[in-house]
Structures are given as structure tokens and as C-alpha cells.
């Protein structure tokens, strides 16, 4: 147990991305003292750490940010329609100071534990600075995406050159110029980052796994007049984010992709092409489901990649043969065509497999490859990675880790809750839709159902909510039926944790779809916090 704690706050949230921010001032606004806890210097959670070249957003960006400020809203014009990283950082970091955010977030602090005392019915906090703090509440705000995956080669620490993990770019700006580059990993951040290092560097040379599909963003400039228009209707606009399965005011698909003709099959996929953005995910219904239709999208892309891509034995590399959709659907810019570069080779690391980094380079089992730079792009331990590396802990001592059965049995109640753990609340946690649907709307459902909670708590004189364990049993039971009536939990990918060597493979992401899942919470809510059980203050609530 940690004692002494110096200071005592009604919540602690740890984190300053767009779910500590949001968390913030939507506590505070109620009357709360709140502390956010952040480990880098700044405002911005993956927006801060993911500075490498190319990155940037695959959600429009009209719908990839705050809606419950129609001010805020208003106020903010995005450049264009997939923006950068350095334009979303700025974003987040206009929402601190219009809201008058930081003075309530101590940065460069990292929460190490918090356990949950069962006498005094508070978490108490541990930060890496020594010190401890106390709350009634504990909210995570650490993102799905945070804990980055270095895999474990041979020989790194001897390797001569620089090395860098897409997540964790530095700030200041990396030049590839006239240098041997290598980049493991064909991601959603290798595939963004791949073309824009090839246009600076001499050589570089792609260490691919596993091909992905990926469609044209064809980002642009956003005009004025379409900028106003959504602006004037935000209040529809946001209704439609919100009712929606995605996030986004996406048209749902009606029709089976092996009910209609060939031809216009072919014409909807080509128009989504054209079109740019994740459109041939969202063509048909049954992508995702049905094998047979899924192999229509996905021979649409392998085709097109062979279109694209003039060297033949570059483009077979470069064809995926796993269900399209079920990895996160990449849009691309000038990807498959930087294949077509003199100075871009591709590395089949499967057949070529890489058997450890040297002083100068990489060895694969067929060559070495001389590299002045070596990038990992190589992912995250998603969903649960964040949470296990803090040192979580509820009634009993029971740890988070010891509760998911290291991640053999990762349950929750509504992925915002778990039995064990009152007071404990998790933003996008593992069972919520989290980044199967649009994160900022994702993010914005949990915080407003978390901070509605905890108002009725105040109000009803509760002094601890914590999740029961049938109700977790069954939403839990729920998740995995809904995930295992499609092709997502057939693919080897960060949603399966299939990326981790020794991950359990469990799919944690709720596929019911962010409008059904947000009626859902509301409903609980609305019945008195169905499923969870709820224990008076032997004394008014203060907090
Ligand atoms: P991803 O999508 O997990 O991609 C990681 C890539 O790194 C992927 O191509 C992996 O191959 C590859 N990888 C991982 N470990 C290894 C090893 N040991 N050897 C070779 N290659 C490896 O991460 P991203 O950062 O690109 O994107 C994460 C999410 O951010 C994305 O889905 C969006 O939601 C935003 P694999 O496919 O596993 O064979």
C-alpha cells in the first residue's frame, strides 16, 4: 500500500490527449478538483509523440475533433481534409489555452500505480517524481495506442547508426538526406511515413512483414465555402457523428457486395478510389463478414496494386492475401507508386527473415543491408499495453494484470469499467469501440458518460460505483460474439494483439458500432447504472 500522499484531488486523470482534455474541463466544469497527469511536456497524447514525416490523420478532419463546444467548433478552421500531425497538435493545444486547460495538468510526470484503498475509498496515485497524491475518482486517458512496440532483435545496442520508433519521434527534425535508410513495418504509419522519407534519403529499404492494402487519400485543400457550410451545420453534423456506427457521417451501407453486378461492383470500388479516403471499406455491408465479398475488395486493391506498381516481382511482394479491413484499412499518399523509385527497395522479411541488427545495418537471412538510419515502425501493444505498464491495483491488491489473467481474460464491463475496481474509469478502454469507431466521438461518448456518473454520484449521495461481475461477464461474452460473427478475428493484427510475441490473442475492441453502443450506456445510465452496483456515503458527499 502507498501512504502519505501530498496532495488530494476528487479525480486523477492521467493523460493530456484528447481524452485528459476533454476529461478536464468537463470535471471541472462540474465543480471537481481535478489533476491531469502527463508524461511529455506538452498538451497533445499520440499527436505529441507520433511526429514522424507524413504523419497524419485517415479521418476527415472536419469530423476528427471536438464537438461539445459549437464555439470551439466554429472557431477552428482545419486546413485540409486529412490534416498533419503538426496541425492536430495545434489543435489540441488551442483547446488548452481557449479552455484555460494546463494550470490543472502537471506534465512530465508519469503515474507509476494507483491502488485502491478500501478503507478510506480513495485511489492513491504514485508518480514517478517520488511523491504520491489521493482521489476518489482514477480515470486513464492513456489512448489505445501509446505503449509502442520495439520488437526484440538481436544486436540493436551494437548497431552504429541512428534509430528511431515512429511514436516516439523526437521533436527535433530528422534528415535523411544522402543517408541508407531502413524502415521496418508497413503500417498505417509506415505506409505514411515510407513516401517522404524516400524523397529525402539515398536509399531506402522497406523490411515488410506483411503486404497491406491501402487506398489513395487524396487529401486536398479544403475551400472556404465547404469549411462554412459545416460550420453552419454543426448541430446536424454532430447529431450524425454521434448516431453514427463510425463516428462519421458516413452513409451506411445497404446492399451485399455479391448481390449487384460485376460492373458496378467495379464502378463503386473505382469510384471510391477516386474518390479517396476509406470509401471501399464502407461499399458494402458484408466486407467485413463474408469471405466472398471481402475477396471482391480486396482483388480490387491487389489489382490496382499491379496497376501501380511497374516492376512485377515488386508488386506480387506488395499484394495482401489476408481479409481486407480486418488490419486497420490504410489511405496512402503516392505509397505503391514509391515502389516505382530507383532508390526504394522492397524486403520481403518473411521468405528474408531479419536475424539480428549489426554495427552497420540489418542482417536477414539472405543479405546484409548497410543503413546510416534504421526506423521502427513497427506499432503498439494496443489497447491493454497502456494500462498493464501502470501498476494498477483494486480491492484486495488485486492488480489489473493479475484480473485480466495477463491478458488471457481481458474483461470489462462496457470497456469503461471493471469489477474489483470501484472509481476506476478507463477512456476507451479495452470492449469499448474505441478506434473501430472515430476516436474524438469515441472519446467524447466515455468522458460525458463518466462525468454524468460522477455527477450522480455527487448528487445521490454515492460514495462508490464498481462494475458487478455478471454484467461484466456478459458485455464481455457480448464483444466476443459480436467480434467472432466477422472476418476482423480471423486476421493477425494489432486488434487480435497477434503483434506481440506472447499476447494472448483476445479481440478487444466492441464491433456493435459507436451509436448502438452509446444508446446502450445511455440506457444503463438511465436505469440507475444497470450492472453495477452502487454503495451510499455514510456521510453527504462533499466532492
Ligand atoms: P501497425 O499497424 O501495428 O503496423 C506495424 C507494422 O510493423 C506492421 O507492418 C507489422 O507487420 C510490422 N512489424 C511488427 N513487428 C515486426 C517484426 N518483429 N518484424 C517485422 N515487422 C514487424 O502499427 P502502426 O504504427 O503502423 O499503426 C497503428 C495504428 O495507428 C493504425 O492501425 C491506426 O489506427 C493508427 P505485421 O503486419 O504484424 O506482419
Not at 458487478?468 to 472476418?487: F, G, I, N, Q
Request: charged share 25%; with cysteine.
Amino acid at each position: 500500500h502507498l501512504t502519505n500522499y501530498n496532495e488530494s484531488f476528487d479525480a486523477v486523470v492521467i493523460g493530456a490527449g484528447f481524452s485528459g482534455l476533454y476529461m478536464l474541463y468537463r470535471l471541472r466544469e462540474a465543480g471537481f478538483s481535478t489533476r491531469v497527469y502527463e508524461a511529455a511536456d506538452g498538451v497533445g497524447g499520440t499527436w505529441y509523440w507520433n511526429r514522424y514525416p507524413g504523419a497524419r490523420c485517415d479521418s476527415e478532419s472536419i469530423y476528427y475533433n471536438y464537438t461539445f463546444s459549437e464555439e470551439l467548433y466554429r472557431e477552428w478552421t482545419w486546413s485540409s481534409r486529412y490534416p498533419e500531425q503538426p496541425e492536430i497538435l495545434r489543435y489540441l493545444n488551442f483547446v488548452a489555452d481557449k479552455f484555460d486547460l494546463r494550470p490543472d495538468i502537471q506534465f512530465e510526470t508519469r503515474v507509476n500505480a494507483a491502488h485502491y484503498d478500501e478503507e478510506t475509498k480513495r485511489w492513491q496515485i504514485e508518480l514517478n517524481d517520488g511523491t504520491s497524491v489521493s482521489a476518489k475518482y482514477f480515470i486513464t486517458g492513456v489512448g489505445c495506442l501509446s505503449a509502442s512496440n520495439l520488437p526484440k532483435f538481436n544486436g540493436l545496442e551494437n548497431f552504429k547508426g541512428e534509430w528511431y520508433h515512429t511514436g516516439h519521434w523526437p521533436h527535433h527534425k530528422v534528415d535523411f538526406t544522402g543517408k541508407r535508410v531502413g524502415i521496418i513495418g508497413t503500417g498505417s504509419s509506415g505506409v505514411q511515413a515510407i513516401p517522404v522519407i524516400a524523397r529525402e534519403a539515398e536509399h531506402l529499404t522497406v523490411f515488410q512483414r506483411t503486404p497491406q492494402y491501402s487506398a489513395p487519400a487524396r487529401n486536398h485543400p479544403y475551400d472556404l465555402e465547404y469549411i462554412k457550410r459545416s460550420k453552419e451545420n454543426f448541430l446536424e453534423i454532430k447529431k450524425q457523428m454521434r448516431e453514427s456506427q463510425g463516428g462519421q457521417p458516413v452513409e451506411v451501407p445497404t446492399k451485399s457486395a455479391l448481390e449487384v453486378t460485376s460492373e458496378e461492383r467495379q464502378q463503386k470500388f473505382e469510384e471510391a478510389w477516386q474518390t479517396g479516403g476509406q470509401g471501399i471499406f464502407t461499399s458494402y455491408y458484408d466486407i467485413t463478414v463474408d469471405p466472398k465479398a471481402n475477396e471482391t475488395a480486396s482483388e480490387f486493391i491487389r489489382s490496382k496494386i499491379g496497376e501501380i506498381v511497374k516492376k512485377p516481382e515488386v508488386a506480387e511482394k506488395l499484394k495482401p492475401t489476408y481479409y481486407y479491413g480486418t488490419k486497420r484499412p490504410i489511405i496512402d499518399t503516392d505509397y505503391y507508386e514509391t515502389f516505382n523509385r530507383d532508390n526504394v527497395s522492397l524486403v520481403d522479411v518473411r521468405t528474408n527473415r531479419i536475424e539480428e541488427i549489426t554495427d552497420n545495418g540489418l542482417q536477414t537471412t539472405e543479405a546484409e543491408y548497410e543503413l546510416d538510419v534504421l526506423v521502427f515502425a513497427t506499432g503498439f501493444d494496443g489497447m491493454t499495453g497502456p494500462l498493464l505498464k501502470i501498476d494498477i491495483r483494486g480491492k484486495d491488491g488485486v492488480s489489473l494484470k493479475e484480473k485480466w489473467k495477463g491478458g488471457e481474460d481481458t474483461r470489462t464491463y462496457l470497456g469503461v469499467a471493471n469489477a474489483g475496481f470501484p472509481n476506476f474509469f478507463m477512456i476507451t478502454g479495452p470492449e469499448s469501440p474505441s478506434v473501430l469507431s472515430n476516436m474524438p466521438v469515441s472519446i467524447e461518448q466515455h468522458v460525458e458518460w463518466i462525468g454524468d456518473c460522477i455527477e450522480y454520484m455527487r448528487e445521490n449521495n454515492i460514495d462508490t460505483i464498481e462494475a458487478k461481475v455478471d454484467a461484466e461477464e456478459a458485455w464481455s461474452k457480448h464483444c466476443r460474439e459480436v467480434a467472432e460473427a466477422t472476418l476482423f478475428t480471423k486476421t493477425d493484427s494489432w486488434y487480435t494483439g497477434a503483434n506481440i510475441p506472447g499476447k494472448p490473442r483476445r479481440f478487444l475492441i466492441y464491433l456493435g458500432g459507436g451509436g448502438a453502443y452509446r444508446q446502450k450506456c445511455a440506457e444503463i445510465a438511465a436505469n440507475g447504472y444497470e450492472g453495477f452496483s452502487l454503495e451510499a456515503a455514510s456521510e453527504p458527499v462533499t466532492g
